[in-house]
């Protein structure tokens, strides 16, 4: 192989991809292509720790890998698949939870929030969530993980559960570094700008879709939660104006600072009117293109098998370097 380092990262088939993932992740992604070897995967395996419907499931996983596709990620360059099509990430799983300690799971602030969430379904698969994550990430001796902060924990553990297994057999991992976009890049609710914009909101103005129509986009801009005094400024008394600055400047790629000049006196609805035609403007060629991919099965289909298959031959070599250092008998397989 060539000395370009290597990328891995995931987004969860579950609600839609929101603005939030795409300023956060996807565009990201769509950014750094060229210059690494990269692995985006549907992370199916992810989805179940909470009840999905089978149905709805399948279709969302075709769907979340189409739009990476439309959001302009070359899946014949890249390795674009299904997580689940990839057996080794199960199986480094299993191996990694056993030199990882429920002291350290019990500390995940994402473990806590969801099983708050879910109390009625705290299954050991949203305990160990972290570590299968770790185990996506070690699989392909990563480089780099582009994620948003609320991911930085995951990370944290992923990378010492690494520097634990080498500290025991030797050199098997590298270590993974995160790659989180600047603070401008953390998108908050519309509707309650002090939360993450979330893919599970109930209330459906809170997050943009990036299939969301024209005037869905401008509609949800509209009733954005602002504040009463009218002014336009960047901080963190108000969170409201302080997101709209955030996607403004995450998609026209000016400062909050530049932002804030630029609309220096306008009102509340002009400013978001303005947000919207920027968001929907940058989501309009992602929907037309995912239109159009959509009615091609066939391709999407050959993107996600040889996706598979070349992540599972990377994913292979670890494996059994894994395998061999634990002390496991070599297989026939
Ligand atoms: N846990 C991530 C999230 O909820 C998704 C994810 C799973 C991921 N495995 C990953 C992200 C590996 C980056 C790398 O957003």
Redesign the pocket.
Known sequence: MDDKKII?????PTGCITLG?YVG?LKNWVDLQHDYHCLF?V?DL?SITVRQDPKLLRKRCMEFLTQYLAAGIDGEENIVYF?SHVPGHAELGWILNCYTYMGELNRMT?FKDKSAKHADNINAGLFT??V??AA??LLYQ?DL????V??KQ??ELARDIAGRFNGIYGDVFKVPEAFIPKEGARIMSLQDPTSKMSKSDPNVNGFISILDDTDTIMRKFKKAVTDSDGLIAYSDDKPGIKNLINIYSAITHKTPDEVVAEFDGMGYGQFKTAVGEVVSDELRPIRERYEDLSKNKDYITKIYTQGAQRAAGMARRTLNKVKRKVGYVDGVL
Do not use: C, E
Not at 8 to 12: E, L, M, P, V
Not at 145 to 148: D, I, S, T, Y
């Open positions: 891995f990262s995931g987004i969860q993932n992740a995967s992370v992810h997580q994402q969530y972290p299968l994550m996506d990430i990563t993980v582009p994620v948003g609320d991911q995951h990370l």
